[in-house]
Nanobody
Framework: QVQLVESGGGLVQPGGSLKLSCVNS???????????VGWFRQAPGKEREAVAG????????YYADSVKGRCTISRDGTKDTVTLQMDNLNVEDAGTYFC?????????????????????WGQGTQVIVSS
């Protein structure tokens, strides 16, 4: 069974960068490369929203319009890890960031269904954007 652990959050000034990591900490039957992996964020009082996703074996990617051109999702198969590089951060990017998995092509559902298809959520890592 996959167990996801997020890290890399913190306090950053507007315009700054962060690199978030999502690691599978369990000895699971399938490595993360088998699944779609999504990054989601949730601000206080708001619903969890999709930020970026990657399909199995890097079959494709999804980015929310709000982060296109500023974020890059990538896999490191040797470390069973998916990272989210975030650049030019602004205050609207603040929140708790979670990663989760879904079926191999489920990243295609993120635009319309957000987190609905995803499971095995990590505990989250907090991103604060403030001057």
């Amino acid at each position: 069974q996959v167990q996801l652990v997020e890290s890399g959050g913190g306090l950053v000034q507007p315009g700054g960068s962060l690199k978030l990591s999502c690691v599978n900490s369990a000895q699971s039957f399938h490595a993360l490369d088998y699944y779609s992996v999504g990054w989601f964020r949730q601000a206080p009082g708001k619903e969890r929203e999709a930020v970026a996703g990657v399909g199995h074996s890097d079959s494709g990617t999804y980015y929310a319009d709000s982060v296109k051109g500023r974020c890059t999702i990538s896999r490191d198969g040797t470390k069973d890890t998916v990272t989210l590089q975030m650049d030019n951060l602004n205050v609207e990017d603040a929140g708790t960031y979670f990663c989760a998995i879904a079926g191999p092509s489920a990243y295609l559902t993120m635009a319309r269904q957000g987190p609905a298809a995803f499971h095995s959520w990590g505990q989250g890592t907090q991103v604060i954007v403030s001057s």
